[in-house]
């Protein structure tokens, strides 16, 4: 009698542990069919025009550590200019720009949490519209009005390349990695056209996504990849499968 409530006890615990491990694998299934379904939309940096012909003006800022750059733009489009100034010392940034940039705000904002600080410092603001096409400019230079410049002042100093919309390149493609030149992520438009994105988000390098997006042709650079024309994100997003 020993020997068979011994059996029937392994038997029992057999059936146990099958229900068990059954009802783990049906849980396994339900979590996989939870994660998929559509991935969603990128933001930020390279937030996108719906899809629609008519291109969306943008805002787009920059600081000293954009100094010397060549931007692209459309008529529109704003310019956020922010740089560290501390008119206590005397210093202040005297800035100018070219005919087709519209200034629309100029004004100092102390750092966050010093306005009461004695000698501490802030930030310089200016705000552009963008009025006219072709090559426009920001320059400046820090220094103190009553003195002779040296040459060894800071300075800023931003290209603008303003194209007529009709020279943007509008597109829907797919997101393809290429095994060349240690590996690269390009679009392949529905009509076969190659582009080679030199500003591809993080969040877009997905092989196999499809995306829209508006971009600079950028004729002025070369790439070693030599597979497509080089482009300029403006704006992209995921398209819905």
Known sequence: MRYLNNKFIKIIAFIAILSIVILNSGCVASDEDNVQGELPTGENNNTAD????????????????????TIYAIKGDTIHVKLAENPTTGYSWNLTHSDGLE???????PKEGTEKLVGAGGFHQWEFEIVDTGEQNIS???????????????TFKLNVI????????KG????????????F???????????????????FRNDGSVVEFVAYPRNDMMSFHMWGQLIEIRTIAQVSK
């Open 103 to 109: 200034l629309k705000e100029d004004n100092y904002e």
């Open 172 to 183: 829907t493609g797919t997101v393809t990695y290429m095994e060349l030149e240690g590996g």
């Open 50 to 69: 719906e899809i629609t012909d008519i291109v969306q003006p943008i805002t787009n800022s920059y600081s000293e550590n954009d100094s010397q750059d």
């Open 185 to 203: 992520y390009g679009i392949i438009t529905e009509d076969e056209s190659h582009y080679d994105p030199i500003n591809l988000a993080e969040q």
């Open 140 to 154: 400046a230079i820090y220094m103190r009005p009553w003195e002779e410049k040296t040459g060894t002042e800071n």
């Open 162 to 169: 303003v194209l007529e919309e009709d020279e943007l390149i």
